[in-house]
T-cell receptor, first 112, second 115 residues
Framework: QQQVKQSPQSLIVQKGGISIINCAYENTAFDYFPWYQQFPGKGPALLIAIRPDVSEKKEGRFTISFNKSAKQFSLHIMDSQPGDSATYFCAASKAGNTPLVFGKGTRLSVIA | TAGITQAPTSQILAAGRSMTLRCTQDMRHNAMYWYRQDLGLGLRLIHYSNTAGTTGKGEVPDGYSVSRANTDDFPLTLASAVPSQTSVYFC??????????????FGAGSRLTVL
């Protein structure tokens, strides 16, 4: 059973456009929702994260929108740039000694 | 530069042979993890350790073993490799796992091909 479902699997966006990646979860005990960014040949790195007590978190061009009732959260990349081309993973975890659970990833390509 | 060191970077291994992937961190993080990354399947947890001396099974533990003798090292062993273990393996660590706000630091990965 996949605990975090991520879509789309791949995404092509024009430079300057908005990239949107969606994730859904089932476990209502999850209380931490990070997004990781991975460039080719590198390990993933934390991009931005949110707790369920807020509905939105923004850091520069990156925004997480969180809908607790729908058990969904999404990553929005405004003014997408070719340098944003990477694989993005959503994840979730709950308090206690439980590791992060990752979505299957979205390969984003930003074309000029 | 502080972080996680994985070795080897890549390896080709004959089926049936054993292999240990090494992982060392210098951040004094309590928790460490091994994930495998496969196209279309994302990052799947193999084993983890919340603190030195303890380990736990992840989503795909079969065919793998780990040990955590000290804080810094978390080796992953394949006792008898099979082709389905061909993958990119990532070691990661976090300061702690208790709070749930795990900020994971990943290594650069070890690409393993089992023939």
């Amino acid at each position: 059973q996949q605990q975090v479902k991520q879509s789309p699997q791949s995404l092509i966006v024009q430079k300057g456009g908005i990239s949107i990646i969606n994730c859904a979860y089932e476990n209502t005990a999850f209380d931490y929702f990070p997004w990781y960014q991975q460039f080719p040949g590198k390990g993933p790195a934390l991009l931005i994260a949110i707790r369920p007590d807020v509905s939105e978190k923004k850091e520069g061009r990156f925004t997480i929108s969180f809908n607790k009732s729908a058990k969904q959260f999404s990553l929005h990349i405004m003014d997408s740039q070719p340098g944003d081309s990477a694989t993005y993973f959503c994840a979730a975890s709950k308090a206690g000694n439980t590791p992060l659970v990752f979505g299957k990833g979205t390969r984003l390509s930003v074309i000029a | 530069t502080a972080g996680i060191t994985q070795a080897p970077t890549s390896q080709i291994l004959a089926a049936g042979r054993s292999m240990t992937l090494r992982c060392t961190q210098d951040m004094r993080h309590n928790a460490m993890y091994w994930y495998r990354q496969d196209l279309g399947l994302g990052l799947r947890l193999i084993h983890y350790s919340n603190t030195a001396g303890t380990t736990g099974k992840g989503e795909v533990p079969d065919g793998y073993s780990v040990s955590r003798a000290n804080t810094d090292d978390f080796p992953l062993t394949l006792a008898s490799a099979v082709p389905s273990q061909t993958s990119v393996y990532f070691c990661a660590s976090s300061r702690d796992s208790i709070s749930g706000a795990n900020v994971l630091t990943f290594g650069a990965g070890s690409r393993l091909t089992v023939l």
